[in-house]
């Protein structure tokens, strides 16, 4: 693994308080392609939260912590029939399934998935 010297995006989030524009764009472009990379490899991390993205010596973000981390097939990650009809305007997109594991860390996830609702 690279050497991560810069810290936490938590911690630096936390000493920033408020990030301008441009950096926080840069942020969310940086995290958006590390997404769309493990989406074309077939992984879910699945605990993706600021304590697990690292600067290294360029502060550039590298994704950290697979413990919770998932291969999937393509099967595995279809849209559920409910969402994707509203998402398509009325049409029908194949339903796909959902993992059948519970992970992450509750204080980054939605009360509608720790509910289960």
């Known amino acids: 693994m690279d050497l991560a010297s810069n810290g936490e995006l938590f911690t ?8 301008d524009n441009k950096p926080a764009q840069f ?9 769309e990379h493990l989406q074309s490899n077939n992984v879910s991390h699945r605990d993706l ?29 279809e849209i559920p029939e409910s969402i994707s009809r509203r998402q398509s305007g009325g049409k029908d997109i194949k339903t796909l399934k959902r993992m059948n594991t519970f992970v992450g860390t509750y204080e980054y996830m939605s009360p509608e998935i720790i509910n289960g609702t």
Do not use: H, R, W
Request: glycine share 4%; proline share 2%.
């Open 12 to 19: 630096y989030m936390k000493n920033e308080e408020i990030l």
């Open 49 to 77: 939260k600021p304590s697990n993205l690292l600067f290294d010596n360029n502060m550039k973000l590298k994704l950290v912590d697979f413990g919770s981390g998932k291969f999937f097939k393509n099967s595995d990650v």
């Open 27 to 35: 942020l969310t472009a940086e995290i958006v392609n590390m997404i």
